[in-house]
């Protein structure tokens, strides 16, 4: 039972996956049956995640997984999800529980749906879909490049662990190739929405090749998240850099697999200023909930190393300000709420 | 007042101070004006947030605590780190600074001293003149000598010599450089440690740090004689003076393991949480 869990996690994060691309392709056609079986998916895949409440470590994503699967199908939030429960499934069973952890999850999972529902809004605008690809392209190649480092550059995988240093060029490879396509892609994409003037697509072409690079990226991505476990797996599971690399492929998959549903749909449906509106709730949420991360941060570091002041609070104490500057700002909105995601995200893994 | 309340500043204001409490931007340690000018920006952040509504006030009070509470621990508190083997005691401490810079030692209340490590990393302190034995894990602090003592990690000393005596009343001691202790009937003192011990023009010396060929330069007293020699971990008794019947010998080394700690005394910290929740209940309380 206990060493089927990763694999039911590993299960429970595709499943999330698939859900965020079911939901991305239900919003942009306006389907409400499909967007509830994208809910539907998203609730039966987390319900399992929460065998892992046990493990210390993973309590804190599998509070992420379900927070952003009792959210709503929201595409990203979905995506994210997916790699937050490939990651619970995944990190060493050793570890110390923390509430304060456990909210950070819960307000990462908010702060994607807001940072979704934003991105969303954008688009429900009447704005074309290409800038919101051309980014997660972008951030799919930063996510590769973190994961491969400089070895990329010689097609390669090196993974050093305690057991040893480990060369794997199959891994290499594939992630060298879902960096290309991603860089293809993102590149495409950003030239076309550059180029659009009055007409919203400049030219039919590169947005076809953007879009083909980028589902191209996204397999490339997933094989490589296979390769990479196949590497770093042990006789006792990858260790927590392995697995944090596994997470992070299944990331930069499901985030160009929610964005190209909406390139491919004539134009988004959805209320833009519902959507908006929904997404400032969301944001005032994140603050409130990181805030009492904050505190909870600040009484476990006095008990436990004698100091309100530990990393954990000043990182949540960050994202909270962020937070709250998202939630102030009616311009650049969108970049401030992912700039709050990634601020939490931070707090979470550090 | 009404262009520094604009959202567009307050949001601004709020990233900048966002990113500079940060722990992985570390701008305290840019320039010594930046806490300055933080403190400033902190105190138009809390302008910048009165306005008439109560929920806002609420969010301007308890910013405002928190600001305090955080400015005076970095001016007031005392934090830093104290290192210690098993069985040494100390009433000092070394303090550190809010940009993380060392400031020296600074007196603890009372004198502290290490008397067990476990293995799970829990250590008993004695305090209060031996009086109270408090015990730190690595999941729960304690208060010791007016100071939150907690966070307990292993740190490396230095080198503990093991020591043999055979040939006559023998005996067995792990000792440090500069240590006197009673090995059989000789008073051993540990003069000189050599890690990668060498000779060049009749002056022993070391090559390096590294621990290559371990040697030492001992002073051997039994009553009123007294020598001087040299142990060899390689060469075990190759050097016996003349009139000394013993054979010591340089059986291992070993590192000398003890605990640092982490030491601190935040007297706003309560005041700190205050604030945070008056925030979180103002932002609650605000207009959805």
């Not at chain 2, 015990?135 to 043999?164: K, Q």
């Not at chain 2, 023998?170 to 051993?188: C, N, T, Y």
């Not at chain 2, 002056?203 to 371990?214: G, H, K, V, W």
């Amino acid at each position: 039972m206990v060493s089927a869990l990763p694999l039911l996690a590993v299960a429970c994060g595709l499943a999330l996956s698939a859900s965020s691309v079911v939901a991305a392709v239900a919003a942009a056609e306006g389907n409400r049956r499909r967007r509830q079986l994208a809910r539907t998916i998203a609730i039966v895949a987390a319900v399992p995640l929460l065998a892992l409440v046990t493990r210390p470590s993973a309590q804190p994503l599998v509070a992420l997984a379900v927070v952003a699967a009792l959210g709503g199908p929201q595409p990203l939030a979905l995506a994210l999800a997916g790699a937050a429960a490939v990651l619970a499934g995944l990190v060493p069973m050793a570890g110390v529980s923390s509430l304060a952890l456990v909210l950070t999850g819960a307000a990462a999972a908010l702060g994607a749906h807001a940072l979704g529902r934003s991105a969303w809004s954008h688009l429900a605008a009447g704005r074309d879909g290409t800038w919101t690809s051309s980014v997660a392209g972008a951030g799919t190649c930063g996510l590769v490049l973190a994961v491969s480092g400089n070895d990329i550059l010689r097609w390669d995988y090196v993974f050093a662990s305690t057991r040893g240093r480990v060369d794997a060029g199959d891994a290499g490879l594939v992630l060298a190739l879902a960096l290309l396509s991603a860089l293809g892609g993102a590149l495409l994409l950003g030239a076309d929405a550059l180029a659009a003037t009055d007409a919203t697509v400049a030219s039919p072409l590169a947005r076809r090749l953007g879009r083909c690079a980028l589902l191209l990226a996204a397999g490339f991505a997933l094989i490589a998240a296979g390769l990479v476990l196949r590497v770093t797996g042990g006789p006792d599971g990858p260790p927590l850099s392995g697995a944090r690399h596994a997470a992070a492929l299944v990331a930069a998959a499901g985030l160009i697999a929610c964005t190209v549903p909406a390139l491919l749909a004539e134009g988004a449906c959805g209320d833009a200023l519902e959507e908006e509106q929904q997404a400032t709730l969301l944001s005032r949420l994140v603050v409130v909930v990181t805030l009492l991360a904050v505190l909870a941060a600040g009484v476990e570091g006095w008990r436990r190393a004698g100091t309100y002041l530990t990393p954990l609070t000043q990182r949540l104490l960050s994202a909270a300000l962020v937070g709250f500057a998202a939630s102030e700002t009616t311009r650049l909105r969108t970049l401030a709420r992912a700039l709050t995601l990634g601020a939490l995200a931070v707090a979470l893994l550090a | 007042m009404t262009k520094l309340g604009a959202p567009a500043v307050v949001a601004a204001m709020a990233l900048l101070l966002g990113l500079a409490a940060s722990p992985d931007l570390p701008v305290l340690g840019w320039h010594p004006a930046v806490g300055g000018v933080l403190a400033g920006l902190a105190a138009l952040f809390v302008v910048s947030l009165v306005d008439r509504r109560t929920p806002r006030r609420l969010v301007a009070l308890g910013a405002a605590t928190l600001a305090l509470a955080l400015a005076h621990d970095a001016l007031r508190g005392e934090r830093g780190s104290l290192t210690l083997s098993e069985g040494q005691g100390t009433r000092t401490f070394e303090e550190d600074g809010a940009d993380g810079r060392p400031l020296g030692l600074h007196p603890l209340g009372d004198a502290v001293v290490l008397e067990e490590r476990r293995p799970d990393g829990t250590v008993t302190l004695l305090a209060e003149d031996a009086a109270r034995r408090v015990e730190v894990s690595p999941r729960r602090a304690a208060s010791v000598a007016g100071y939150r003592v907690g966070d307990p990690r292993r740190a490396t000393l230095g080198t503990r010599l093991r020591l043999r005596v055979t040939g006559g009343a023998s005996g067995e001691a792990s000792m440090r450089e500069g240590d006197k202790a009673r090995i059989g009937d000789l008073d051993v003192t540990v003069e000189q440690y050599f890690p990668d011990f060498a000779v060049e023009n009749n002056q022993p010396f070391s090559r390096s740090d590294e621990p290559r060929n371990p040697a030492a330069l001992l002073r051997v007293q039994r009553g009123a004689s007294s020598w001087r020699l040299f142990v060899i971990r390689a060469a075990p008794g190759i050097h016996r003076p003349e009139g000394l019947d013993r054979t010591l010998a340089l059986a291992d080394i070993v590192p000398d393991e003890g605990v640092t700690l982490s030491v601190a005394r935040e007297p706003a910290a309560l005041l700190a949480g205050l604030g945070v929740l008056v925030v979180a209940v103002g932002v609650a309380w605000s207009r959805w």
